[in-house]
Nanobody, 126 residues
Framework: QVQLVESGGGLVQAGGSLRLSCAAS????????MAWFRQAPGKERNFAAA????????YYSDSVKGRFTISRDNAKNTVYLQMNSLKPEDTAVYYC???????????????????WGQGTQVTVSS
């Protein structure tokens, strides 16, 4: 099992930036991908971005592509989400998630992920 702790959320005006961090501990050697999902009130948890631990291949949803950047620091077992040009519709709880090797679901699917953090609130005011 992998434990995940997110940080970096907060309140920002539209057009501003935030950087989220996700620190992983435990059985991190089994990790294949790390991802960020987000969930707005009354809505489903949706994929935002993911990164491969082995070769840093990145994946983005259409709604964040070009504005968000996911990156990793293997030495620190930490994944980051740099969010620029934030919009009010980016307001959500952001969750970090870990996917182990050998899963059958796509990296874009929440069902692919085995471990989740507690979430961090991001609020973008207009």
């Amino acid at each position: 099992q992998v434990q995940l702790v997110e940080s970096g959320g907060g309140l920002v005006q539209a057009g501003g930036s935030l950087r989220l961090s996700c620190a992983a501990s435990g059985r991190t050697f089994s990790s294949a991908h790390m991802a960020w999902f987000r969930q707005a009130p009354g809505k489903e948890r949706n994929f935002a971005a993911a990164i491969s631990w082995s070769d840093s291949t990145t994946y983005y949803s259409d709604s964040v592509k070009g504005r968000f950047t996911i990156s990793r620091d293997n030495a620190k077992n930490t994944v980051y989400l740099q969010m620029n040009s934030l919009k009010p519709e980016d307001t959500a709880v952001y969750y970090c998630a870990n996917r182990i090797h050998g899963g059958i679901y796509s990296v874009f699917s929440r069902y692919a992920y085995n471990d989740w953090g507690q979430g961090t609130q991001v609020t973008v005011s207009s």
